[in-house]
């Protein structure tokens, strides 16, 4: 069964930075799409990011030109480095595998996903 795990959350001051890691076992991970998602308390989880097999990266409005999402298909690792954190910004981040290539529009079509890791920007 494919695992992910997440990694690097923390509490952090807002403006402060994070990289978040999700090390990916049982399957070749070049091959397919990964996504990162968040759930604050009381919302729904919402998409943040995404990277595609060919690393096209697809990222939330709400979180442009502050994150970035990158892979390291050596390691079977895809990271999220989060800069400029908002205290809307707390949540708990989750990352998924599509068995597809391309970054998914819809997070049902994630197949696995992991535990999550608790992002909290406070200060």
């Known amino acids: 069964q494919v695992q992910l795990v997440e990694s690097g959350g923390g509490l952090v001051q807002p403006g402060g930075s994070l990289r978040l890691s999700c090390a990916v076992s049982?399957?070749?991970?070049?091959?397919?799409?990964i996504g990162w998602f968040r759930q604050a308390p009381g919302k729904e989880r919402e998409g943040v990011s995404c990277?595609?097999?060919?690393?096209?990266?697809t990222y939330a409005d709400s979180v442009k030109g502050r994150f970035t999402i990158s892979r390291d298909n050596a390691k079977n690792t895809v990271y999220l480095q989060m800069n400029s954190l908002k205290p809307e910004d707390t949540a708990v981040y989750y990352c998924?595998?599509?068995?597809?290539?391309?970054?998914?529009?819809?997070?049902?079509?994630?197949?696995?996903w992991g535990r999550g890791t608790q992002v909290t920007v406070s200060s």
């Open positions: 049982r399957v070749i991970l070049s091959y397919y799409a």
């Open positions: 990277i595609s097999s060919v690393d096209g990266t």
């Open positions: 998924a595998i599509s068995l597809r290539g391309g970054c998914p529009k819809s997070r049902h079509e994630y197949v696995y």
